[in-house]
């Protein structure tokens, strides 16, 4: 069956959606045929894969005939409106927006921590956001060796998550302010040239933003845990690709730094960089381009028993959207789950 494959990628002219591309081709999934799928605006384009390019061409409910397995990132929107088409059609999805996530039909499923969800797929999977990615790759170790009771995260977020628009506007700005210019902000609030904007996506009544509350939410999901507190802050930086985060992890059970070093040492998808007497941690500049989830900075907190605090990086593009979307697919192949068991299931 692999032989005879045949993948859509939907939103293909966009950050995630080439990486996506690349991904497949890099990591030699068996599709026999890849399909490059955007709006309007974008037909009759062309994306690079392989050694040449692929055409665009418009998505509509109709793109899916004959398609095993659809990877979206369009924005929730799109995935709202033509993933059911998607299902409907035998075509399974892997859904990289926000739009499935906490919908209980559809499993949300980073590979190291929880691939057994997939067993019970209806069609759509989702990908979890980014910043949650790479937090649960190196908690979920941690979790298994001492029992997280709470977690206090602050992320430093790269431009690159927004898409090519927001590259492009950072590119921009930085210019601007070197010619002694007014610099334009479109994308982002404010300007996010030497900024810091302690503000991801849009503010909620209790104060918080849909960033924040995504990595509370989804934490627990993907973890399958509720008891484990979540509290988020997410910070836009003038950052290009990779996400930092800091986090302050309490245990129920005695944990050691060096134990929390030896644990990750040997966890699937994840680097420990952590030499300070040679200045080694983690930083975006090293993470971008890479796929591990890299942690270092790791220590006691010394305000609290049973508490370590420790520095987690990794490139947004990769394991926060594109990379874990074709592992999830890498894993639904080996566990022969690539089928929709009910194409009504959405309708
Ligand atoms: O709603 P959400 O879930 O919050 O998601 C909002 C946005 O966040 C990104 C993603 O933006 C998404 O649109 N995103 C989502 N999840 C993410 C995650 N986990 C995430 N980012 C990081 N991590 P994006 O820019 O990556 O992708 C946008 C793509 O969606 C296509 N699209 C939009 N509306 C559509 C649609 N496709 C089908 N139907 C619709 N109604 C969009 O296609 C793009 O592919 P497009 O035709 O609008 O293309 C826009 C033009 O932009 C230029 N361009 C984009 N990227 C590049 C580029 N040019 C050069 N290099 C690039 N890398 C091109 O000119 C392209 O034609
Ligand atoms: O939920 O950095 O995947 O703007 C997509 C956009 C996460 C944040 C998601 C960004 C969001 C991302």
């Excluded at 045929?33 to 692929?54: H, M, N, W, Y």
């Excluded at 926060?320 to 080996?334: D, F, M, P, T, Y």
Aim: aromatic share 6%.
């Amino acid at each position: 069956m692999s032989a005879s494959l045949t993948v859509a990628v939907v939103g293909a002219t966009g950050a995630v959606g080439r990486e996506m591309l690349s991904t497949l081709a890099s990591r030699d999934f068996p599709a026999s045929t890849c399909i490059a799928l955007a709006s309007a605006r974008s037909a009759g384009a062309v994306v690079p894969f392989k050694d040449g390019e692929l055409p665009v061409r418009e998505l509509t409910e109709h793109s899916f005939k004959g398609v095993d397995l659809a990877l979206f990132s369009a924005g929730g929107g799109t995935s709202e409106t033509f993933a059911p088409h998607a299902v409907k059609s035998g075509c399974v999805v892997v859904d990289n927006s926000s739009a499935w996530r906490m919908d209980e039909r559809c499993p949300l499923v980073v590979p190291e921590v929880n691939p057994h969800a997939l067993a019970c797929h209806k069609g759509i999977i989702a990908n979890p956001n980014c910043s949650t990615i790479q937090m649960v790759v190196a908690l979920q170790p941690l979790h298994k060796a001492a029992g997280i009771t709470r977690i206090v995260v602050s992320t430093y977020q790269a431009v690159s998550g927004t898409g090519h628009k927001a590259v492009t506007e950072l590119e921009t700005q930085v210019r601007q302010m070197f010619n002694m210019t007014e610099p334009a902000v479109s994308v982002y609030p404010h300007r996010i040239a030497f900024n810091c904007l302690p503000q991801i996506d849009a503010f909620l009544d209790n104060g918080y933003t849909k960033e924040e509350m995504k990595m509370v939410m989804e934490t627990a999901k993907i973890m399958e845990d509720p008891s484990i507190k979540v509290t988020a802050t997410t910070v836009r930086v003038p950052v290009f690709y990779g996400h930092s985060e800091s986090l302050n992890v309490e245990f129920a059970r005695p944990l050691t730094a060096r134990e929390a070093r030896a644990v990750l040492s040997v966890a699937p998808g994840v680097t420990v960089l952590d030499n300070p007497a040679e200045k080694i941690y983690p930083m975006p500049i090293h993470a971008a381009g890479e796929d591990n989830v890299f942690v270092g900075r790791i220590r006691q907190d010394e305000s609290r028993p049973n508490a370590l605090n420790m520095w987690v990086v990794a490139d947004n593009i990769r394991k926060g959207a594109a990379l874990n979307a074709v592992q999830i697919a890498e894993q639904l192949l080996r566990d022969k789950l690539l089928r929709v068991p009910d194409p009504g299931a959405f309708a």
